[in-house]
């Protein structure tokens, strides 16, 4: 779950508008996709997890997430909320299983159809997706971001998707500086929250 985007200059848009989405019945009928990235702390591990999607609070009829040559894992779905599984296989075995819960898949503006959500097996540790205002080109984009603390020091560098770029950490806040852009961007005071994926659009 993350907050609704679709608004330049870095704002988040909170929870209240896609309750208001809901309740108003706004969003779209054409089914959405799914794309899911996995990581083990600042480890991408998505090629060696197998990911599994179920109905909310259903463990029958899962559907496994077939892996994009742009590196997410994507399953077409309709609005609604979901669980995940997560088997991670290292070297022929399991390496690891986790859970995770309610999972709301809505029509969010300004996603186009494809809704990313970042999942780690550290739930201590959250993701922020960065997206570029306006029609932006399919493949990895041209600019690239750091994670910074207040002091300067680096605490993550970007991993690039398809029309967007993702930082992964530990929970906090912290700066971001975008470079290659149209412009330099400094976003100040962005929160990275535990479990969660964010999203900015700049």
């Not at 503006?109 to 097996?121: I, Q, S, Y």
């Not at 700066?175 to 479990?195: H, S, T, W, Y």
Request: glycine residues 12%; hydrophobic residues 40%; charged residues 20%.
């Amino acid at each position: 779950m993350r907050a609704p985007i679709g608004y330049p200059i870095g704002m988040s848009v909170h929870s209240l508008l896609w309750l208001l989405a809901l309740s108003l019945g706004i969003q779209s009928a054409a089914p959405l996709h799914l794309d899911v990235r996995v990581f083990r702390g600042s480890t991408e591990v998505t090629r060696e997890t197998k990911v599994t999607v179920y109905a909310a609070g259903d463990r029958t009829n899962g559907r496994e997430l077939p892996l994009l040559p742009s590196g997410e894992r994507q399953l077409p779905l309709g609005a609604g909320q979901y669980d995940l599984q997560l088997v991670q296989h290292q070297d022929g075995k399991v390496g690891g299983i986790a859970w995770t819960t309610l999972r709301l898949l809505v029509g969010y503006p300004g996603e186009k159809g494809r809704h990313l959500e970042v999942l780690n097996f550290d739930k201590s540790w959250g993701a922020l997706q960065l997206l570029e205002y306006g029609d932006t080109p399919s493949g990895a984009p041209a600019w690239t971001a750091r994670l910074l603390r207040k002091d300067g020091t680096e605490v993550a560098r970007s991993v690039a998707g398809d029309g967007y770029q993702v930082l992964v950490a530990p929970a906090g806040v912290y700066d971001v500086a975008i470079a290659g852009a149209r412009r330099p961007i400094q976003l100040r005071d962005v929160e990275v929250k535990a479990n969660l994926t964010e999203t900015r659009v700049f």
